[in-house]
């Protein structure tokens, strides 16, 4: 649990009074990485003997998997009892990002279960949005969906959301104001303060054009790229028709184009899964379940820069995530809008004309031919509805 040790740290150093972004744990000398508000939040964990932290982050996780298991369920509409979600719950322990953040001792449980309660909560629920703007001010990439709200026409949700972010900026400042000018005017844009880019940890864009093109820092080969990504992502979320696909799309989204998503990140695969089953592509569930236990990437050699010289036939294994994204947009977004385009093309026949006069057959047949005009003018000093029923 690498990570619980970082976020005790963290809540240290907050306790203590000394500086947040100035310390490393661990034997991988880890640093803190997450806003101020964050490492407030974890003043908590310091209260607790390191044991007794690490059972709480164990129980609280698989408890948080149990709570995301049954919202991706009410997600995609699916009715499953209590032994279907304990079963469920089990099987999705195996899934590599759930395990990787018990492993871990990670937050990304609770961060994907926070979101996604706040975004399924009832329209005009009390302070819907608040929720997804304290999940941004803990962890930045939750912000992703405050586009995804205004993209989707809820704007007073998103404007709800960007109020809680700007609540966790102000609190980091008033508590911990010389952290947070550090945070937000250096250690933000320090990507490589996270961790390394080209590692096969890391199942975003960037790792997989680092990947494949040997180079550890691929530059404009990965940023292009990833801004042509972000453009189709968003314009397909703004389009797809069907809710939990557009969600869907908008946290893969995040994932592919952010500088580093670890795996452990891709939780998201959970309400993946339950969306797949409940359209019944059970194949395309199945595929994608194997995708998510198959843990290809650390089947590979990945010793000191052996990440950097995989032969191309290993690229694919090295980052199946990043490549599962990158089709997404074609099996979520496509379908649904070519069905709402054809269902729009498709012409509604309107009544046929009554005959209620010796001349409805000829009206019928100049409406028909176009001598008379459509538009609603007046015929025989009458007014005539035209149009589709």
Not at 90 to 109: H, K, M, S
Not at 311 to 339: D, E, G, I, K, R
Request: glycine fraction near 8%; aromatic fraction near 8%; include cysteine.
């Amino acid at each position: 649990m690498a990570d619980t040790l970082v976020y005790r740290a963290e809540g240290a150093a907050v306790a203590d009074g000394s500086d947040l972004y100035g310390f490393t744990v661990t034997e991988w000398e880890l640093p803190a990485t997450y806003p101020p508000f964050a490492a407030i939040l974890f003043v908590p964990t310091t209260w607790l003997p390191l044991g007794a932290l690490k059972a709480v982050f164990l129980v609280g996780n698989v408890a948080l998997l149990a709570l995301l298991v049954r919202l991706s369920c009410d997600l995609a509409g699916l009715a499953a009892r209590a032994p279907h979600l304990c079963a469920a719950t089990a099987l999705a322990l195996w899934l590599e990002p759930v395990f990787q953040t018990v492993l871990f001792g990670q937050i990304n449980l609770a961060l994907a279960y926070l979101v996604l309660w706040d975004l399924t909560r009832p329209p005009g629920a009390l302070g819907k949005g608040f929720a997804l703007g304290v999940a941004a001010g803990i962890k930045l990439t939750p912000a992703v969906f405050v586009a995804y709200l205004l993209l989707r026409g809820r704007r007073r949700e998103a404007g709800v959301a960007l109020a809680g972010f700007a609540g966790t900026v102000l609190l980091g400042a008033l508590v911990l104001p010389a952290a947070s000018v550090e945070f937000w005017t250096r250690r933000i844009f320090e990507t490589g303060r996270v961790g390394k880019a080209w590692i096969v940890d890391n199942q975003s864009l960037q790792g997989l054009v680092a990947r494949l093109l040997h180079d550890a820092t691929p530059g404009p080969a990965w940023a292009v790229p990833a801004a042509v990504t972000a453009a189709v992502g968003l314009w397909a979320v703004r389009r797809t028709p069907d809710e939990p696909r557009a969600l869907l799309l908008a946290a893969c989204t995040a994932l592919l184009v952010s500088p580093i998503s670890w795996s452990h990140h891709w939780v998201w695969c959970v309400p993946l899964l339950a969306v797949l089953i409940a359209e019944g592509r059970w194949r395309r569930a199945a595929a994608v379940a194997v995708l998510f236990t198959a843990r290809t990437f650390w089947l590979l050699p990945h010793e000191g820069d052996l990440d950097l010289a995989l032969p191309w036939w290993q690229q694919p294994l090295a980052s199946p995530y990043a490549l599962l994204a990158l089709v997404l947009p074609v099996t979520l977004a496509l379908p649904p809008m070519l069905s709402t385009y054809l269902s729009t093309r498709t012409e509604v026949p309107g009544p046929r004309p009554r005959v209620d006069s010796p001349h409805a057959h000829r009206d019928a047949r100049r409406d028909a031919l176009g001598d008379t005009p459509r538009d609603g003018a007046l015929r025989n000093g009458a007014p005539r509805r035209v149009g589709r029923t």
